[in-house]
Structures are given as C-alpha cells and as structure tokens.
C-alpha cells in the first residue's frame, strides 16, 4: 500500500519555542491530508484539513495562529505548533486519502510531541 | 450531531473469537471504517464497508448495516498480537472521518 511518513517521530522541546512536524506522501500525491491530535486513552481528534494550494480548514476550537498548516506541494503538509506548551503534548497523526470517494486513507506513524 | 458509539474495552481468550460492536450517527454517509491500534502507534487501516453485508478479510470480517447505522469487526482464531485497540470510524457526506473512541481488546493465554 501507499506510504506516509512523519518527521520527526518525537520531539521534546522547552515552553515557548515552535515545533514543525512534516508528513509526506511517499509515493502517491495527495492534494489534502489530514492532521490529527490524539491524547492518551482518546480517539483522534481531527485538527484540520490541509489542502495543497490552499489555506486549511481548522475544525471548531482549533487555534489556526497556533497550529500552522502548509501544504507546501503535493507530497508535503507541515503543521507547525506554535509557543508551544505543556497541554500541547501529543500524539500528532497526519493520513492521506486515496481512492474515488477517500475510501483509502494512509496514516503517518505519528509524532510524539513533549513541552516541558 | 454526529456520534459514534463502541464498547470501552473487552476481554476474549487466545483462540476464540471476538465481535466488536459499533453504531453510528453521521450527517450522510460514505463508508464505515475499521483501523487497528497498538499502543504508541498510529492506526492500520483493516477494513472498509460502504454496502450492507458481510466481507471477509483472513481472520478479520466487517458487517455493515446501513439501515440500522451498525456495524462490527469480527476477529477469529485470536492471536496475542492481536491486543489492541480497534477504531471504528465513519466518513460523512464531507468526506471526513468521525472517530469512535476505540475498543481497547485485552487477548489472555
């Protein structure tokens, strides 16, 4: 199957400083992916959705001057946590679908993030 | 509003076999979703439905109802491996994924 990847795979940074996570569709373009956030023992939460040549779309009560999304082609989103702090710690998943109709979707292996 | 609904956790013995439930509730509809987690993994894609029926997959089988908004996973010959937690997801008329929070599947010897 299709592969994406992330990168980094985990980061620990200090309170205040910024972050970028890069997700990559290695063999297929993808023209949207999906950024989510997931919490310990939680299901995923969709954060946004990122769309090559675009602006993303933030769901409801996602900060979009704090998670900045860039769909810089088609192979590459980056979503970059601004100041980040301690309750931004998490599991950060991108996918990207394939398929008529998105009935494909490829995960990323996820980043962990920690603040201090 | 958009729900999904799947039991919390669930406990099975090594060689039987298993049926995780979920129900949904979508604005529209364009598929029924299974992914496979382990613990500090991302998800693994292990089925899709989008007509009613059953389809086989190996030792995995998906059902969908779409009448009843219902769905399960079915796993045979339970392995330990297969410990983890299964998430049922549902794709609405935009195309996005509404998430289940997970069955969390204890496997013991």
């Known amino acids: 199957g299709a592969v994406v990847s992330q990168h980094p795979s985990w980061v620990i940074c200090k309170s205040g400083t910024s972050v970028k996570i890069e997700c990559r569709s290695l063999?297929?373009?993808?023209?949207?992916m999906f950024w989510y956030r997931q919490f310990p023992k939680q299901s995923l939460m969709l954060m946004a959705t990122s769309n090559e040549g675009s602006k993303a779309t933030y769901e409801q009560g996602v900060e979009k001057d704090k998670f900045l999304i860039n769909h810089a082609s088609l192979t590459l989103s980056t979503l970059t946590v601004t100041s980040a702090h301690p309750e931004d710690s998490s599991f950060y998943i991108c996918?990207?679908?394939?398929?008529?109709?998105?009935?494909?979707?490829?995960f990323g292996p996820g980043t962990r993030l920690t603040v201090l | 509003g958009q729900n999904i609904d799947q039991p919390t956790e669930m406990t099975a013995t090594e060689g039987a076999i298993v049926q995780i439930n979920c129900t949904y509730q979508t604005s529209g509809f364009n598929g029924l979703f299974w992914y496979q987690q382990h613990a500090g993994e991302a998800p693994t894609f292990l089925s899709y439905n989008v007509l009613d029926g059953l389809e086989e997959k190996g030792r995995f089988s998906s059902f969908l109802s779409r009448s009843k908004g219902y769905s399960y996973l079915l796993l045979k010959e339970l392995q330990m491996k297969d410990s983890a937690s299964y998430l049922c997801a549902a794709m609405d008329s935009n195309y996005q994924l509404i998430w289940g929070a997970g069955t969390k599947l204890i496997i013991k010897p």
């Open positions: 996918s990207a679908p394939m398929g008529r109709d998105y009935n494909e979707q490829f």
């Open positions: 063999d297929f373009q993808a023209t949207t």
